[in-house]
């Protein structure tokens, strides 16, 4: 069996793996620890997204805010950064809150994992959606490369676990 990965955000290019170098069915248990692992990847990527205001991500730089929006902000909220406001948006990206998405699901044969913030406004600047206030588009996730291969690198790791503990091959290829 040929086991891919894909990884994709509204408005962001897809990125597709292929992990070729061995066959194995990934079982329950390697998919848990997988997610977890890439959970914790996918975590670490948005912290240092907002630490550089987007310039970590495959799009870049976020665009400035509006002369009219930013002494706004800096009036009511002081000197936050680009997309931080309340802080939720940020929170809901960085670690678990009641507004982050995290989950993994099986349909059929593929495992699909899910991350992301139930947040409706972080949609708006993922698109650049007309929001109540309009807004430009600033990817909130933005998978770059590196992401991506480390992804791929932590299911790679479970497979090799899972095929090892079945007796699937002797030494590890990664």
Same mark, same amino acid.
């Given at each position: 069996? @040929?086991?891919?990965?894909?990884?994709?955000?509204?408005?962001?290019?897809?990125?597709?793996?292929? %992990?070729?170098?061995?066959?194995?069915? @990934?079982?329950?248990?390697?998919?848990?620890?997988? =997610?977890?692992?890439?959970?914790?990847?996918?975590?670490?990527?948005?912290?240092? @997204?907002?630490?550089?205001?987007?310039?970590?991500?495959? +799009?870049? #730089?976020?665009?400035?805010?509006?002369?009219?929006?930013?002494?706004?902000?800096? #009036? =009511?909220?002081?000197?936050?950064?680009?997309?931080?406001?309340?802080? +939720?948006?940020?929170?809901?990206?960085?670690?678990?809150?009641?507004?982050? %998405?995290?989950?993994?699901?099986?349909?059929?044969?593929?495992?699909?994992?899910?991350?992301?913030?139930? @947040?409706?406004?972080?949609?708006? =600047?993922?698109?650049? %959606?007309?929001?109540? =206030?309009?807004?430009?588009?600033?990817?909130?996730?933005?998978?770059?490369?590196?992401?991506?291969?480390?992804?791929?690198?932590?299911?790679?790791?479970?497979?090799?676990?899972?095929?090892?503990?079945?007796?699937?091959?002797?030494?590890? %290829?990664?």
């Amino acid at each position: 069996m @040929l086991v891919s990965a894909t990884l994709k955000a509204p408005n962001t290019q897809k990125w597709r793996g292929n %992990i070729t170098r061995f066959e194995a069915d @990934l079982e329950y248990d390697a998919v848990k620890r997988a =997610h977890r692992q890439i959970s914790k990847i996918f975590f670490e990527h948005e912290k240092e @997204l907002f630490s550089t205001q987007g310039r970590s991500g495959k +799009h870049g #730089k976020w665009p400035d805010l509006s002369d009219a929006y930013a002494a706004w902000k800096r #009036k =009511h909220f002081g000197n936050l950064p680009i997309m931080v406001l309340r802080g +939720h948006l940020v929170r809901s990206l960085t670690k678990v809150t009641s507004k982050t %998405i995290k989950t993994a699901s099986k349909s059929g044969s593929k495992w699909f994992f899910k991350y992301g913030t139930t @947040l409706e406004y972080g949609l708006y =600047h993922q698109k650049g %959606i007309a929001g109540p =206030h309009g807004s430009k588009t600033r990817r909130a996730i933005d998978p770059n490369d590196t992401m991506a291969r480390e992804m791929i690198r932590e299911i790679q790791r479970e497979i090799v676990k899972a095929a090892k503990k079945t007796g699937g091959f002797d030494t590890a %290829i990664i």
